[in-house]
C-alpha cells in the first residue's frame, strides 16, 4: 500500500487552494508579514513530532505567503499548508476571518467531503476537533477495504488558511486508536499555531 499516494488526492485540495491566493502577489517590501508573522515563522514553531508524525520537509514561498510541512511515519503520512491573504493586494477580496465561519474554510472542507464522498468504498462524514478552547471543522473519511482513516482540517488564524491532511493506515493497529491519533495531530497543530496569534501571558 502507498500511502503517499493515497493522501495524493486530497492534496489536490492544498493545490487548489494555493491558485487561489498566487494571483493576489504583492509587489511589496515583504508581502509575506501578516499580522506579524511570515509563513516561515509559523512553519518552523510546528513540532518535528507529533504521535506517529515525524518532519520530511518545510517549505515557505514568502512571495505568495505561504508555506508547507510534510510529515511522514510508519503508515502515516500528513500534510500542513498555510495560505495567506493579504486584504490589501486586491478591492474586494476579504481578509481572513479567524475560525471555521469563512467561505474558502467551507468551501475547502465541502470540496474535501465531496472528494471522500466518492472515492470508492470511503465513507465520510463531518466532524470538529477542538483545539484550546476552539474547534476547527473537519471531514474524516475511513476506507475499510484498505485500512486508510484520513481527516481534513481547516480553519482560519493569523490571516491565514490553515488546512490539516493527515491519514494513517490501521492495518498494524486498530480504527479507534488512529482515530485518535488523527485527531490529536489535528489539535496539536492547531494549537501550535494558534497559539501564535495569543497576547504575552496566556
Do not use: W
Amino acid at each position: 500500500m502507498s500511502i503517499q499516494h493515497r493522501i495524493a488526492g486530497c492534496a489536490l485540495l492544498v493545490a487548489m487552494g494555493s491558485t487561489q491566493f498566487s494571483a493576489l502577489h504583492a509587489q511589496e517590501a515583504d508581502p509575506d508579514l501578516i499580522q506579524g508573522y511570515r509563513s516561515g515563522d509559523i512553519l518552523i514553531s510546528l513540532p518535528d513530532t507529533s504521535g506517529p508524525f515525524t518532519v520530511i520537509s518545510r517549505t515557505s514561498d514568502p512571495q505568495n505567503f505561504s508555506a508547507t510541512i510534510e510529515y511522514g511515519g510508519l503508515d502515516a503520512r500528513a500534510i500542513v499548508s498555510i495560505n495567506g491573504v493579504r486584504a490589501s493586494n486586491v478591492p474586494g477580496i476579504y481578509p481572513v476571518r479567524d475560525g471555521p465561519d469563512d467561505p474558502v474554510v467551507r468551501s475547502l472542507l465541502d470540496q474535501a467531503f465531496q472528494y471522500h464522498s466518492t472515492q470508492p468504498g470511503q465513507i465520510a462524514q463531518r466532524t470538529n476537533v477542538s483545539y484550546g478552547n476552539r474547534a476547527m471543522a473537519c471531514v474524516s473519511s475511513d476506507d475499510p477495504q484498505k485500512k486508510d482513516d484520513f481527516l481534513v482540517c481547516a480553519t482560519g488564524v493569523l490571516g491565514r488558511y490553515l488546512l490539516i491532511q493527515p491519514v494513517i493506515n490501521y492495518r498494524l493497529s486498530s480504527k479507534e486508536l488512529v482515530d485518535r491519533q488523527l485527531t490529536d495531530f489535528a489539535s496539536s497543530v492547531a494549537s501550535t499555531v494558534s497559539s501564535l496569534a495569543l497576547p504575552p501571558g496566556n
